[in-house]
């Protein structure tokens, strides 16, 4: 017997049964496979902490994180200290690498206090303030871990993006770049302004490290405009906290 | 061919050169000039659109006799959709590095015209062995033009291939850096794209009088 496809009874049962199915498949999908993904990236989180105080597998030119299996353990040993910063308030909290920036940028937009994580680490008898960001990139967001030393010296970062455009904006995530701002100062004439990714500074090699700039990556203005400024903004929220830790 | 008779042979062989999708059919263009930059993230959406056309194609033809063909473009949409966010989930979870790199690419397969257009000329019109060869052939079409033009862009415009520096250093000056040879930043953006696409055009038709058309 052929079905007579054109009857729209029978066109709306189809869409209502094919949208229960569907949703049905997507949502069995989606709870089952969830412990596992939070799990990724509560490690992913730990990995990214890590890299950006050098804690890493990083051979010449290559990205590698802690593996999977080693990076609880890892993250235990070099962090020391996970403090939220809440107005004035400043609290020790172990969960504090989960706390979710995009949340807390939310929270401060209706009127109350954010809540602003510093992971304090450890590694070869010095000590690193690893503040997390969030930012927007040209496509959708961006974020990134920065290390400070005491002297508000970037001692190392790691960036990663949602959606930018690989070979472009992708690259912010490339050792060729990150690996550029290591040793920026973010202090200029003792205010705190962050590090510039700028076109035309006439220091490929990056080997002026005080003019608070980076060279920028070719066919990535926009993406590399919103990591300066993610980078501003950032240390700008923290700027109280930074002054603290400051030796003069 | 000895697995396949001559026709299905020609369902995989004609969009991979004389019927291809993107040179011929002019379809798929805009990830083509998106992603093109690097050879890997091209190799990478090749392989994406195979897995989804070849497993769509089969799912649509399965479904084409009661599919009302009111809201047939929707219907395929909401295949593609699941089929594309069922493997993002998968790979989320058991192979997390992975999924991080196909993550831009999952709003672009779901929007590739190449997808849409196979279920709706191929099929919705022919049974599932067909409509897999005919999804393998064209999403391997696909993939060949996307992989020629991400190995010239990388080439020309990083000086890299697969991320290794095959041409040198070019901010040590060694390799060919070292005679004067600069990168072509142009190459890596889009409009270079396109360009290379026209000029596989060009070749193609320059060897094959049979697709020249007449004006």
Redesign the interface.
């Known amino acids: 017997m052929a079905?007579n496809?054109?009857k729209n009874s029978?066109?709306f049962i189809?869409?209502i049964v094919?949208?229960v199915v569907?949703g049905a498949?997507?949502a069995f999908?989606?709870s089952s496979?969830s412990g596992?993904?939070s799990e990724?990236i509560r490690l992913?989180k730990q990995q990214n902490i890590l890299y950006a105080m050098g804690v890493n597998n990083n051979d010449e030119g290559s990205v590698e994180f802690i593996s999977t299996s080693e990076v609880a353990q890892v993250f235990n040993q070099y962090i020391k200290k996970q403090l939220v910063i809440e107005g004035d308030q400043i609290t020790e909290d172990k969960e504090a690498f989960l706390i979710d920036l995009k949340k807390e940028g939310e929270r401060a937009k209706n009127g109350e206090a954010r809540r602003l994580p510093v992971f304090i680490g450890e590694k070869d008898g010095k000590t690193f303030y690893v503040l997390p960001m969030l930012g927007k990139g040209l496509?959708d967001a961006i974020w990134g871990y920065v290390a400070l030393d005491n002297n508000l010296v970037i001692q190392g970062v790691f960036f990663d993006h949602?959606?930018?455009?690989?070979?472009?904006g992708?690259n912010i995530k490339q050792r060729f770049f990150m690996d550029d701002f290591t040793g920026e100062s973010i202090l200029k004439n003792n205010d705190i302004v962050g590090v510039k990714v700028i076109k035309g500074n006439n220091d490929?090699?990056n080997n002026d490290k005080l003019d608070n700039e980076v060279d920028a990556l070719?066919?990535a203005t926009i993406t590399g405009n919103g990591l300066s400024a993610m980078l501003s903004d950032s240390f700008k929220l923290y700027e109280n906290y930074l002054n603290s830790i400051l030796v003069q | 061919m000895g697995l396949l008779s001559k026709k299905d042979a020609a369902l995989i062989k004609d969009p991979l050169f004389d019927n291809n999708p993107i040179t011929i059919q002019v379809l798929g263009i805009c990830s083509a000039l998106?992603?093109?930059?690097?050879l890997?993230?091209s190799i990478v959406m090749g392989l994406s659109v195979l897995f989804v056309l070849g497993m769509g194609n089969v799912v649509i033809s399965l479904m084409r006799?009661?599919?009302?063909?009111?809201?047939r473009i929707?219907?395929q949409l909401?295949v593609v959709a699941?089929l594309v966010?069922?493997v993002d989930?998968?790979l989320?979870?058991?192979a997390?590095e992975l999924s991080k790199t196909l993550?831009?690419f999952v709003?672009l397969i779901i929007t590739n015209c190449i997808i849409m257009g196979r279920f709706e000329a191929f099929a919705l019109g022919n049974g599932p062995w067909k409509a897999f060869l005919d999804g393998i052939g064209n999403a391997g079409g696909y993939a060949i033009i996307l992989v020629i033009i991400g190995f010239f862009?990388?080439l020309l415009?990083?000086g890299t291939l697969l991320g290794f520096q095959v041409l040198g250093d070019p901010?040590a000056k060694t390799g060919v850096y070292a005679l004067g040879y600069e990168n072509n930043?142009f190459m890596?953006?889009s409009p270079m794209a396109l360009i290379v696409v026209g000029l596989i055009i060009w070749v193609q038709r320059a060897r094959n009088p049979k697709l020249q058309e007449s004006h």
């Open positions: 079905i496809t054109d029978y066109t189809f869409a094919m949208v569907v498949l997507l999908v989606s496979l596992t993904i990724n992913e496509w949602k959606g930018e455009t690989p070979g472009l992708a490929p090699l070719a066919g | 998106a992603i093109t930059a690097e890997k993230a006799n009661i599919i009302p063909s009111k809201i929707i219907v909401v699941a966010i069922i989930q998968v989320k979870a058991f997390y993550s831009v709003g862009r990388e415009g990083s901010i930043g890596l953006l």
